[in-house]
């Protein structure tokens, strides 16, 4: 396995600031140094500090106050619940979210050929379960970079997209725990749940997540959130309820799943903080490359905690990987020459314009 990344100063400056106010050290209402004074501090540019800080505000741990400066904003219970019938705020999605983001087809094609020559050696060979090697490395090297996870290969198992990864989660868990779910949420999530026979709870949404009354209210010990836009509701879970997510299923030794598709769509560049990166040995990470490149590639991935690699080789590690080999090698390739990240910026400067 390739060494992990270096942290970049930005991501250094945006951990060190976000531990501090999660400590106290800045209590809410506080104002955090002038990006000159951090930058003079931690040695790096001011525009270093401007991307630390923008983050900080993205994540719910501080905001802006034009011509005073950065805040500190966080607190551990800033969840309220909604009214029976309350709204919820309504946020656009991305461009093109119902059809996907749409590839350079000459890239593709690109691709394509040159992965039809360089891994004729195993083009017809069949895909190991949990995907091919190369490509489950990619995806590691992948995450660490863009979303600050740390995982290993071998804990990667690569699917035929979100929906039939839904279906493996019972398998890897068993059917002996009770599941819950955001309501609203995307209605294949419950159905495929229930099909396999599970006892599933929809939990209400406020503006900021779950509903904290509903989560202490549930008897589930396995929540499936969308924490990056739920859909339909639009709603991102802020620092606070994501921390009360890990709390939670620490208290029932319980499990998360967090469902991050389309979290590449975020307006800052790269959002620092999953819930795998905050308790990696509790929650299921799930994404899928449908909605970031193009629909009709069904491939999507988990990335599992290393005490469920036994369940998983036992509950779902016979089953064959679905997704052809050829889509994985060419998959492989735009990670590892970095056409997939590069079309991830296009797509974000579009948005921002």
């Known amino acids: ?195 396999s026979g599970l006892d599933c709870e929809e939990l209400r949404l406020g503006p900021n997540g779950i509903d904290s009354a509903e989560l202490e209210r549930s008897r589930a010990d396995v929540l499936h959130i969308t924490p990056y836009r739920s859909y339909p509701s639009m709603v991102t879970a802020t620092a606070a309820k994501r921390r009360e997510y890990v709390r939670w299923a620490r208290e029932r030794n319980g499990w998360l799943i967090e469902d991050d598709v389309e979290s590449e769509f975020a307006p800052v560049l790269r959002r620092a903080e999953t819930l795998f990166s905050l308790d990696p040995e509790r929650v299921i990470y799930l994404n899928s490359f449908s909605k970031t490149l193009f629909p009709s590639l069904r491939a999507g991935y988990l990335a599992l905690p290393d005490a469920l690699l036994d369940a998983y080789g036992e509950g779902a590690g016979y089953l064959s990987c679905p997704v052809p080999v050829l889509e994985q090698c060419v998959l492989c390739e735009l990670i590892v020459r970095g056409d997939f990240e590069r079309h991830l910026n296009r797509m974000r400067r579009r948005m921002k314009k």
């Open 1 to 195: 396995m390739k060494p992990n990344p270096p942290i970049p100063s930005y991501r250094a400056i945006y951990e060190d600031l976000r531990d501090k106010i999660i400590a106290g050290d800045y209590p809410p209402g506080t104002r955090l140094p002038s990006k000159r004074s951090a930058a003079a501090e931690y040695g790096v540019s001011v525009i270093t500090v401007e991307h630390a800080y923008g983050l900080l505000c993205d994540e719910g741990y501080a905001v802006s106050r034009e011509r005073s400066g950065f805040f500190a904003d966080y607190r551990q219970k800033d969840s309220f619940p909604v009214a029976e019938g309350g709204s919820l705020p309504l946020r656009l999605p991305p461009p093109e979210s119902e059809n996907g983001a749409v590839f350079p087809h000459s890239v593709y094609a690109k691709t394509v050929r040159r992965a039809l020559a360089e891994y004729e050696g195993i083009l017809y060979e069949k895909s190991p379960p949990g995907g091919l090697p190369a490509l489950k490395e990619a995806i590691a090297d992948y995450l660490a970079r863009s979303r600050g996870i740390r995982v290993k290969p071998q804990n990667v198992v690569v699917g035929a997209g979100a929906e039939y990864l839904y279906t493996l989660i019972p398998l890897i868990l068993g059917h002996g725990r009770r599941f819950a779910v955001e309501s609203p949420s995307y209605g294949k999530i419950l159905r495929v749940y229930r099909a």
